[in-house]
């Protein structure tokens, strides 16, 4: 089992900066892919960005490329989203995902993969 608590949300002016982060108890972390993903009111869930067990592989959205960074420190179990020139379409609830099924060197983008999730923290940027 994995445990996923997602923090740092909230409320921003488009054009400003957040970063979340994402901390896991539980089966060792650093075996897992780690994502983040979305989900806005009335849109389906959709990809953000992952990063591999030893943060050698990185994917991005399109939509997020240039703007967000993700990172991971396997040592304190966590993995973070730096999200920067928040646009008021990044409005949504985040939330971060495990796939603890991963093998090394491979990533994957699909939310049905991803087998443990936290909760969610709202992020919104108004305009």
């Known amino acids: 089992q994995v445990q996923l608590v997602e923090s740092g949300g909230g409320l921003v002016q488009a054009g400003g900066s957040l970063r979340l982060s994402c901390t896991a108890s539980?089966?060792?972390?650093?075996?897992?892919?780690m994502g983040w993903f979305r989900q806005a009111p009335g849109k389906e869930r959709q990809f953000v960005a992952a990063?591999?067990?030893?943060?050698?592989?990185?994917y991005y959205a399109d939509s997020v490329k240039g703007r967000f960074t993700i990172s991971r420190d396997n040592a304190k179990n966590s993995v973070f989203l730096q999200m920067s020139s928040l646009k008021s379409e990044d409005t949504a609830v985040y939330f971060c995902?495990?796939?603890?099924?991963?093998?090394?060197?491979?990533?994957?983008?699909?939310?049905?993969?991803?087998?443990?999730w936290g909760q969610g923290t709202q992020v919104t940027a108004s305009s």
């Open positions: 990063v591999s067990r030893g943060s050698f592989i990185k």
């Open positions: 539980g089966r060792t972390f650093s075996t897992n892919t």
């Open positions: 995902a495990a796939d603890s099924q991963s093998t090394y060197g491979v990533v994957r983008r699909s939310d049905s993969e991803y087998d443990y």
